[in-house]
C-alpha cells in the first residue's frame, strides 16, 4: 500500500509547498546563502504592525523575545479561512521547517508527523498496525475524532440555525395569516355578491387559491431575489467586521429550492384559510353593510 | 372613568370586533417576541454563565505567558517557585499552578490530565471527590467518562502514559490508583478528564515538568481581584495577570462574539418583523373605519382621542404579545440551549441562555418602542383625517 | 345661535376648483326649525358641515353664540361638537361593536359624564326615541329605522343646542322616514335648534323655515 508522507508543523509550516510553490522551492537555496532566511507573513500581521515585502524583522520563540533570529519578509498570504477561528487574530508567520527548527531549537524534532493514507477509511486500522512498531510515540487515527469534532461544532450551529428558522418561519405564517385575514376581509362585500349572483363556494375558494398561489409565488421570488441581494453586503460586513475571508451567506440552489417549497404552500395555506372563514357565512351576511 | 381608561377600554372593543385579526396579530408578536427574549438572554447568556463558571472553581485571578486567553499560549517556566513568590503577596490568599498534558491509558484510551497543586478542599479548581473526597497525592481523581471507558472504579490501578514534553517521545507508562471519580467543570460532553498532584506528575516526568500553563490565584478577603492583580504586575512585571472578568472580556472578543452579532441581527429583525405586523395590522384596521372614525370626530372626539385609541390598540397588541413571549420564550430557550450545548469544547455547566432581569427589562422597553413606533403611522393617518371630505365619501 | 356671512367653500381639484359654496349668509336663532333642500350636488352638506364645525371655510366668518369658529383650534372645535352640536348621518354611522346604550353613552363618556348618570340619561334617551328594549342590542341587530333613531338619541346624549341632520330619512323607506322625522319634529319641539339638509319635500315642509340651495348660493 502506497503512502504518501506529509510533514507538517502547527501553524508555522502548514501548508509550506502549496504556498510557495516550486518556483519558491527552486529559489530557496539562494536566499538562505545571501542574506537572512525567508518568511511569509498573514496579511492581518503584515497590516498590524506595518511591515512590508522585503523588510527583515525578528522572530524569536521566547515570548520574552530572547534570542530573536532575523528573517526577510517574501511575501504575504491570507491565512485560510478557519470558521473554527473566527474572531481569533491571524499574526502568523511561514517559516521553511529547517528555519523553524533552528528558530525553536528543537533539535530536528517534531511534533506530529501526519500520515494522508489512500483510503482514509483505513486509519483506525493503520494506526493499530503501526503502534507497537513506534515503541514510546502516539499514533492515533485523526480522521475520525477531529473531523468529525470539527464538524460537529457547524452540524450544531446548523441545528441552532434551523430552529431559529423554524421560529422564524412560524412568526412569518402567522404575519401571512394576518395579512391574508385583512385582503379576505375587504372584498366581504365583493364575494357576498358573488354569492348571492350564484357563484359556488367551491369556484370562489378556486379563484381565491390561484390568487394565493399568484401571491405567495411571487412573494417567495421576491424574498430570494432580495436575499440574493443582501447576501453580499452580509458577507462584506461580516469579512469586515472579523477580518476574514469566510463566506456567512450563501444563497445556493438547494437554498432557494427549499425556501420557495416552505413559502408557496405556506402562503397558498394561509389564502385558504382565511378564505374559508369568510365562504363559511351565509351570502346575504356578507353582503350586508 | 379617566380619560387613559375610557381610551383602553374603547381599544379593546375596537380589537375584539375582529377577534381573529386581533388574535392572528397577538400570536404572531408572541412568536416573534418569544425569538427576541431568548436573543436577549443570548446576548450575554455566555458571558454570564463563564463567568460564574471562572468565580465558582474559587479562583479570580488567572497567571497567563502572555495577553491570549487561557490554556493558548506559552508555558510559565520555575511554576512552583512563581506561586510561592506570589502566596507571599499580601493580596494573594492562594496561587496554584495548573498543567495540562496529554496522557494515554493503556491499551489506549486518550485522555487529559490536569496537574494541579496545593493543598486545596476537594471541590475546588475541578476535583469534586464524589467518592468521599481526595485525601492522598499519588493518584487520579477521573471523571465518569473515563471511569466507564476504562471500566474502572475508585481503588483499582491504571498504568498511564504521559507525554512530558512537546516534541520527546512520551515516557513508558506508569501506574496511578484511582483516588476517586469526580466532575471537572470544564469538560463538555465527551471529555475524558483526570488530575493528579503536581508532585506526582513530575515524578511520573521524570523530575522534570515544572511548567504550568497557567497560575490561578485566589486573592486574600478585603483585597479584591484587582488589588492581587497590580500586586502581581509590581512584584513580577513578566507575568501577565488576568482577572476573571478580564477573561471574561477577551472571551467576548473572541469565541463568544459570533452569538453576541446573531443574536443583535435576530434582535433587529425580529422587532422590524414585529413593527410591521402591528403597522399593517393597525393601518388597515383604521383604512376600513375611516367613515366610523369621521363620524366620532364629528360627534366630537378630539384628534387626541382618536389617536389614543389607536395607541392603546397597539400597545393592547403588543402587550399581550408580549407577555406570551416571555414563556414561550423561556420554553424555546431550553430548546436552543439543549442544541447549542452540544457544541464540542463546550463545558456541561456552560448555558448559553442566561436569564437576567435586565434581559426582560429590555425586552419589555424594546416592545413598548415598538408599539409606540407601529402606531405612528397610523395615528398620523386618523390625526389628519378630513372628517367632512370623508363623511361625503362615504355617502357617495 | 349661529351667525354666517359670506361663506364660501372651494375645493381645489385636478380637473379645476369646485365652489361649493359661494357666499352664503344665514342666521339661525336659538329653537329654530331650518331645512335646506337643493338638488344634488348644491353644496347642502357642506353647508351643514361648516355649520356643524366639521369643515372650515375657505373665506367668510361663522359665530356659534358670538364666537368665532374660524379661529378656533380643532380641540376646541371638538368640544363644541361634543357639548353643544349634535349630528346625524344619513348612514347613521354607529359603531358597530357597540350595543345601542353604548354607542349613545360614548358621547357623554368624551364629555366627562359619571357612570350612573350616564346609564340614567342613556335609559331616558332610548324611552324617547321609542327603543327601551333594544337597549343591548348591536347595529347589525337593528333596522334601519330604530337604527336611525339610535343615531338620534346618541346625537342628543349631551343636550346639544342645535341638531344638525344630512340627509336622515336618505335610507329609509316613506313610512320609516315619517317616524324620524317625527321623531325630529318632537326634538325640536322640546327646544333644540334643528337643521335638516334634505331633498325630500315632504320632509323640509315640516320645518319652519325652508332655504333653497342652487349651485352653491342660497335662493331665498
Known amino acids: 500500500m502506497a503512502r504518501r508522507a506529509i510533514v507538517s508543523l502547527a501553524a508555522a509550516a502548514l501548508a509550506l509547498a502549496q504556498t510557495l510553490g516550486d518556483n519558491t522551492a527552486a529559489s530557496q537555496a539562494d536566499v538562505t546563502r545571501d542574506g537572512p532566511p525567508e518568511l511569509l507573513v498573514s496579511r492581518q500581521l503584515l497590516e498590524a504592525q506595518h511591515l512590508s515585502v522585503g523588510e527583515v524583522v525578528s522572530i524569536s520563540a521566547d515570548p520574552k523575545g530572547d534570542q530573536p533570529q532575523p528573517f526577510r519578509i517574501a511575501g504575504v498570504y491570507e491565512p485560510l479561512p478557519d470558521p473554527m477561528r473566527l474572531g481569533a487574530l491571524r499574526h502568523e508567520v511561514r517559516l521553511h521547517l529547517p528555519d523553524l527548527v533552528s528558530l525553536t531549537s528543537s533539535a530536528d524534532s517534531v511534533d506530529a508527523i501526519n500520515v494522508a493514507l489512500p483510503d482514509p477509511a483505513t486509519a483506525a486500522a493503520f494506526a493499530r498496525e503501526v503502534a507497537p512498531r513506534l515503541p514510546g510515540m502516539m499514533v492515533r487515527s485523526t480522521s475520525a475524532p477531529d473531523e468529525a469534532q470539527r464538524a460537529a461544532t457547524f452540524i450544531v450551529l446548523d441545528r441552532f440555525h434551523l430552529a431559529i428558522a423554524i421560529v422564524t418561519v412560524i412568526g412569518s405564517s402567522v404575519f401571512l395569516l394576518a395579512l391574508t385575514l385583512m385582503l379576505v376581509d375587504e372584498r366581504r362585500e365583493t364575494v357576498g355578491i358573488l354569492r348571492l349572483i350564484g357563484f359556488r363556494r367551491r369556484r370562489i375558494l378556486l379563484y381565491m387559491l390561484a390568487e394565493g398561489v399568484v401571491l405567495a409565488g411571487t412573494g417567495a421570488i421576491t424574498g430570494v431575489v432580495l436575499a440574493a441581494l443582501l447576501q453580499g453586503g452580509v458577507n462584506r460586513f461580516f469579512q469586515w467586521r472579523y477580518d476574514t475571508a469566510l463566506l456567512f451567506v450563501r444563497v445556493t440552489p438547494g437554498v432557494v429550492a427549499r425556501s420557495i417549497a416552505m413559502s408557496v404552500p405556506l402562503g397558498v395555506l394561509a389564502s385558504i384559510a382565511s378564505s374559508w372563514t369568510l365562504l363559511r357565512h351565509e351570502a346575504i351576511s356578507l353582503s350586508r353593510r | 372613568m379617566s380619560t387613559a381608561t375610557r381610551s383602553l377600554a374603547f381599544a379593546a372593543r375596537s380589537l375584539l370586533r375582529q377577534p381573529g385579526r386581533a388574535g392572528v396579530g397577538i400570536l404572531g408578536i408572541a412568536a416573534v417576541g418569544a425569538l427576541l427574549f431568548d436573543m436577549l438572554l443570548l446576548s450575554r447568556g455566555l458571558v454570564v454563565s463563564f463567568r460564574e463558571l471562572l468565580d465558582s472553581v474559587g479562583f479570580d485571578v488567572r497567571i497567563l505567558s502572555s495577553d491570549s486567553l487561557p490554556m493558548g499560549g506559552a508555558r510559565l517556566a520555575n511554576a512552583s517557585q512563581i506561586a510561592r513568590d506570589l502566596a507571599a503577596l499580601p493580596e494573594v490568599a492562594e496561587a496554584i499552578p495548573i498543567r495540562v498534558i496529554d496522557a494515554e491509558a493503556v491499551p489506549a484510551v486518550g485522555f487529559a490530565l490536569m496537574a494541579i497543586d496545593g493543598d486545596f478542599r476537594a471541590g475546588r479548581a475541578g476535583r469534586a471527590g464524589r467518592d468521599g473526597g481526595y485525601e492522598g497525592s499519588e493518584g487520579l481523581v477521573i471523571n465518569q467518562r473515563l471511569a466507564d471507558a476504562l471500566k474502572v472504579k475508585a481503588g483499582d490501578t491504571i498504568r498511564v502514559r504521559v507525554s512530558c514534553v512537546s516534541g520527546r517521545a512520551p515516557l513508558p507508562p506508569s501506574p496511578f490508583p484511582v483516588a476517586g471519580v469526580g466532575e471537572f467543570p470544564f469538560d463538555d460532553g465527551a471529555q475524558l478528564t483526570a488530575s493528579t498532584s503536581w508532585a506526582r506528575l513530575r515524578s511520573a516526568c521524570g523530575g522534570e515538568g515544572d511548567d504550568a500553563d497557567m497560575l490561578l490565584v485566589a486573592s486574600r478577603e478585603g483585597h479584591g481581584a484587582d488589588a492581587a492583580v497590580r500586586a502581581i504586575r509590581r512584584a513580577r512585571p513578566d507575568l501577565h495577570p488576568a482577572t476573571n472578568e478580564e477573561i471574561v472580556a477577551r472571551m467576548q472578543q473572541g469565541s463568544f462574539s459570533y452569538f453576541r452579532q446573531i443574536s443583535a441581527v435576530l434582535s433587529t429583525i425580529t422587532l422590524l418583523f414585529g413593527f410591521l405586523l402591528i403597522t399593517v395590522l393597525l393601518t388597515v384596521s383604521v383604512n376600513q373605519r375611516l367613515a366610523e372614525i369621521a363620524a366620532v370626530r364629528a360627534l366630537g372626539f378630539s384628534r387626541g382621542r382618536v389617536a389614543a385609541d389607536v395607541l392603546w390598540q397597539s400597545a393592547l397588541l403588543v402587550g399581550s404579545g408580549g407577555l406570551l413571549a416571555v414563556p414561550l420564550g423561556f420554553a424555546l430557550s431550553l430548546w436552543l440551549d439543549r442544541i447549542l450545548k452540544a457544541m464540542p469544547g463546550v463545558p456541561t455547566s456552560i448555558h448559553f441562555f442566561v436569564f437576567e432581569p435586565r434581559a426582560l427589562a429590555l425586552h419589555a422597553t424594546l416592545l413598548v418602542v415598538t408599539a409606540l413606533a407601529a402606531a405612528m403611522y397610523p395615528i398620523r393617518l386618523v390625526a389628519a383625517l378630513p372628517i367632512a371630505e370623508t363623511l361625503r365619501n362615504e355617502v357617495v | ?220
Open chain 3, 1 to 220: 345661535m349661529i351667525d354666517g356671512r359670506a361663506l364660501t367653500k372651494t375645493f381645489p381639484m385636478v380637473a379645476g376648483p369646485v365652489h361649493a359654496l359661494r357666499g352664503v349668509s344665514l342666521t339661525i336663532a336659538a329653537g329654530e326649525y331650518l331645512a335646506v333642500r337643493g338638488p344634488s350636488g348644491c353644496g347642502k352638506s357642506t353647508l351643514l358641515h361648516i355649520l356643524g364645525c366639521v369643515d372650515t371655510p375657505t373665506s367668510g366668518t361663522l359665530e356659534f353664540e358670538g364666537r368665532a369658529i374660524e379661529a378656533l383650534p380643532d380641540a376646541e372645535r371638538s368640544r363644541l361638537r361634543l357639548l353643544a352640536i349634535g349630528f346625524v348621518f344619513q348612514r347613521f354611522f354607529l359603531l358597530p361593536m357597540l350595543t345601542a346604550a353604548e354607542n349613545i353613552e360614548v358621547p357623554q363618556a368624551e364629555a366627562g359624564v359619571g357612570r350612573v348618570e350616564r346609564r340614567r340619561r342613556t335609559a331616558e334617551l332610548l324611552d324617547y326615541v321609542g327603543l327601551a328594549h333594544r337597549a343591548d342590542h348591536r347595529p347589525a341587530q337593528l333596522s334601519g329605522g330604530e337604527a336611525q333613531r339610535v343615531a338620534i338619541a346618541r346625537a342628543l346624549a349631551n343636550r346639544p343646542r342645535l341638531l344638525l341632520a344630512d340627509e336622515p330619512t336618505g335610507e329609509l323607506d316613506r313610512a320609516t322616514g315619517e317616524q324620524i322625522a317625527a321623531l325630529i319634529d318632537r326634538v325640536n319641539a322640546d327646544g333644540t335648534a334643528v337643521v335638516v339638509v334634505t331633498h325630500d319635500a315632504a320632509i323640509a315642509e315640516r320645518a319652519r323655515r325652508t332655504l333653497l340651495m342652487r349651485d352653491g348660493t342660497l335662493e331665498l
